[in-house]
């Protein structure tokens, strides 16, 4: 079943920016590549619904189709004389993708393209696009982000990380505003300490890859294919990028049967995935879910599970139960 909201989008401030942002937001790494192919008509039409629902967060980066995601969204807001809160990454684009390259000239030439893409003069935030780990703790970095802060090139800075640990780091320094994370059922190491830390700090948290690639629909078989140009298909082992950006990390199979058990937990009245999005917007700390949508449907179905009731207690542990039986010992190297 399809659930559909008629209500009002929640929002919640997203760290010290002073900006509120909805529950529910938009990523759209599927509207530039990695995803298989997306037509400016269908990415036009995804932009669109998502904000006539009542999304005011939209997630994106300079590498998600070399700036075709960032571009779209420009021409999307363009024609509805809106804007709502863009949040983009750099860091990506660095050739060779090494701590070195990481040096200011390169984060102004990163920034200003974005800039460019977007069409605006100051972005509304820019994250670190999940760096080497020592580039967390560079303050030349930091400073340099200070100093765009100042030039108002960038209305505020944060960070995409990988693991807890570089979130922890990252949070030692006080002008990081938010810290996105993959979150998800089958990937909760950030409730232990990242959460609460950033919580502490008023620093907001975006959730990302929330479904874990799909998988979290539950309409996946150990049969189902994926394009050659889908990451689904090329980076399932971490041969392109960290391996927790597909499926979370967790092995295809392995997630396919833990995800219809979430469906059994979910019931026949909820989508698997409104189900698992609901579990997200839940955890204590999280600003927003920005899950991504490669159709209207899709788009619509992310903005209704804000409209669910939480979870309830029986249901909280059955999850847990799925996680510690299923996902742990399948993830324990990987991670």
Request: with cysteine; hydrophobic share 40%.
């Amino acid at each position: 079943m399809t659930v559909t909201s008629s209500t009002p989008l929640e929002t919640r401030p997203l760290g010290r920016t002073g900006a509120d942002v909805s529950v529910v937001g938009l990523g759209t790494w599927q509207l530039g590549g990695d995803w298989g192919e997306v037509t400016e008509a269908d990415a036009a039409a995804v932009l669109d619904a998502a904000l006539d629902a009542g999304v005011t967060l939209l997630d994106t980066a300079d590498v998600y189709g070399d700036g075709r995601s960032e571009q779209r969204i420009r021409a999307a807001l363009a024609a509805r004389g809106e804007r709502p809160f863009v949040a983009t990454k750099a860091g990506r684009r660095a050739d060779p993708f090494t701590a070195e390259e990481y040096t200011p000239a390169n984060l102004r030439a990163w920034i200003d393209r974005s800039r460019t893409n977007l069409g605006v003069d100051t972005l509304d935030l820019v994250q670190l696009h999940c760096p080497p780990p020592t580039v967390y703790s560079d303050e030349r970095v930091y400073d340099t982000l200070d100093a765009l802060v100042e030039e108002q090139a960038i209305a505020a800075y944060g960070v995409s990380v990988e693991t807890v640990t570089e979130g922890l780091t990252a949070l030692q320094h006080p002008g990081v505003q938010s810290i996105q994370v993959i979150l998800n059922i089958f990937r909760r190491k950030p409730l232990e300490q990242l959460l609460p830390a950033a919580q502490r700090a008023e620093v907001g948290i975006l959730a990302r890859v929330p479904l874990a690639s799909g998988l979290l629909s539950g309409k996946y078989s150990t049969d189902t294919t994926f394009a050659a140009d889908d990451h689904r298909t090329y980076n399932r082992n971490g041969e392109a990028f960290d391996v927790g950006e597909t499926f979370a990390g967790v092995p295809f199979e392995v997630g396919v049967a833990a995800a219809r058990e979430v469906a059994e937990i979910a019931g026949p009245d909820v989508s698997t995935a409104g189900f698992a999005l609901r579990w997200v917007i839940d955890q204590p700390g999280v600003t927003t879910v920005i899950p991504g949508a490669r159709n209207v449907r899709q788009a619509l179905d992310n903005v209704a599970a804000a409209s669910l009731p939480p979870l309830t207690e029986g249901q909280l542990a059955d999850l847990e139960r799925v996680y510690d039986e299923r996902i742990r010992a399948s993830v324990h190297d990987r991670w």
